[in-house]
């Protein structure tokens, strides 16, 4: 049985980590193959944007699997590159991944999601990075994600005290942007996911990478940044699409160059 499956629909990709029985929890096993997965869906030009979700209605993914991958990490300790980290310690994925959470997203299940762009949430999903309850703290950029999306003051009480939130205040917080019934949470991903894919995929990418590059810069060099970006689409074919589809009261037509 694969422990990721990978679905690829038009242009977007569905990701579901597939290991429902133990809540999706992460083994060596699994996240070496998320990591193939994401790379595929980098390198494919024909994909747009993907949706990480979990199988089965109980989680999303409820962090490490204790009984394997913990014994592991201590085994390889001052090895870091023994466990591949993938898309929670690449920063440099730029087409746009979306999170659907079904139930428990605990530990590196939230740090799989804070990696993504976008994070819908089912109304039974909780959050938590309950790392210190197991005298670890998150190593997959857990402290740094969440200090960065929501208020300083709850991510320390989370982070300090393991504590878990449920939907409704992930909602509230920032940490989510929206909170639907179970039953609609994959097709409000697509519809996410359909949305993204409509506007110019360059553009997409550019804005992307001003966001998560120029979070790391001070505000003058960020604008640089975003500058370059800007001047390199003025040149794209999809920029001249979409001036001439606005024209001409169209839908554009991009095709990523």
Same mark, same amino acid.
């Given at each position: 049985m694969s422990l990721v499956k990978y679905e690829k629909r038009d242009r977007i990709a569905v990701i579901t980590l597939n290991r429902p029985r133990v809540l999706n929890a992460i083994n060596l096993a699994l996240m070496e193959e998320l990591n193939r997965v994401v790379?595929?869906?980098?390198n494919d030009d024909g994909l747009l944007v993907a949706i990480v979700t979990g199988a089965g209605e109980r989680a999303f993914c409820a962090g490490a699997d204790?009984?394997?991958?913990l014994p592991y990490l201590k085994t390889t300790r001052g090895r870091p590159w023994a466990f591949p980290g993938g898309m929670t310690r690449d920063t440099r994925i730029w087409k746009p991944l979306v999170a659907a959470i079904n139930g428990f997203c605990l530990g590196g299940g939230? @740090?799989? /999601?804070?990696?993504c762009d976008l994070r819908i949430a089912a109304e039974n999903a909780s959050f938590g990075l309950t790392d210190v309850n197991?005298?670890?703290?998150p190593g997959q950029g857990g402290i740094q994600r969440l200090m960065r999306i929501i208020p300083r003051t709850v991510a320390a009480d989370m982070i300090l005290t393991g504590r878990s939130i449920d939907a409704t205040e992930a909602y509230r917080l920032g940490l989510v942007n929206r909170v639907v019934p179970l039953c609609e949470l994959?097709?409000?991903?697509? @519809?996410? /996911?359909?949305?993204i894919c409509n506007a110019a995929p360059l553009a997409v990418w550019a804005a992307k990478e001003a966001m998560v590059s120029g979070a790391d810069m001070t505000l003058a060099q960020a604008m640089e940044l975003e500058l370059k970006l800007f001047d390199f689409l003025l040149g794209t074919e999809d920029f001249n699409e979409g001036i001439t589809a606005f024209t001409e009261k169209r839908a554009p037509v991009f095709r990523g160059r």
């Amino acid at each position: 049985m694969s422990l990721v499956k990978y679905e690829k629909r038009d242009r977007i990709a569905v990701i579901t980590l597939n290991r429902p029985r133990v809540l999706n929890a992460i083994n060596l096993a699994l996240m070496e193959e998320l990591n193939r997965v994401v790379v595929d869906f980098q390198n494919d030009d024909g994909l747009l944007v993907a949706i990480v979700t979990g199988a089965g209605e109980r989680a999303f993914c409820a962090g490490a699997d204790i009984k394997t991958l913990l014994p592991y990490l201590k085994t390889t300790r001052g090895r870091p590159w023994a466990f591949p980290g993938g898309m929670t310690r690449d920063t440099r994925i730029w087409k746009p991944l979306v999170a659907a959470i079904n139930g428990f997203c605990l530990g590196g299940g939230l @740090e799989i /999601a804070l990696a993504c762009d976008l994070r819908i949430a089912a109304e039974n999903a909780s959050f938590g990075l309950t790392d210190v309850n197991l005298g670890l703290i998150p190593g997959q950029g857990g402290i740094q994600r969440l200090m960065r999306i929501i208020p300083r003051t709850v991510a320390a009480d989370m982070i300090l005290t393991g504590r878990s939130i449920d939907a409704t205040e992930a909602y509230r917080l920032g940490l989510v942007n929206r909170v639907v019934p179970l039953c609609e949470l994959l097709v409000a991903a697509e @519809e996410y /996911a359909r949305t993204i894919c409509n506007a110019a995929p360059l553009a997409v990418w550019a804005a992307k990478e001003a966001m998560v590059s120029g979070a790391d810069m001070t505000l003058a060099q960020a604008m640089e940044l975003e500058l370059k970006l800007f001047d390199f689409l003025l040149g794209t074919e999809d920029f001249n699409e979409g001036i001439t589809a606005f024209t001409e009261k169209r839908a554009p037509v991009f095709r990523g160059r």
